[in-house]
């Protein structure tokens, strides 16, 4: 998925639902680093 497609489903949610917002802010870092490299741990 694109992300910039993606941040926008996240603006449009965090609107509706915190916590949804959090996740997803949580899955943007995740890819960051998976784009890095770098091993993922929850």
Same mark, same amino acid.
């Given at each position: !998925?694109? #992300?910039?497609?993606? /941040? /926008? !489903?996240?603006?449009e949610? +965090? =609107? $509706?639902d915190?916590? !949804?917002?959090? +996740?997803?802010?949580?899955? #943007? =870092? ?5 784009? =890095?490299?770098?091993? $993922?741990?929850?």
């Open positions: !998925m694109n #992300v910039r497609v993606y /941040l /926008l !489903m996240c603006y949610s +965090f =609107k $509706i915190a916590f !949804m917002a959090e +996740f997803c802010v949580y899955t #943007v =870092k995740a890819l960051r680093l998976q784009c =890095k490299g770098d091993a $993922i741990t929850p």
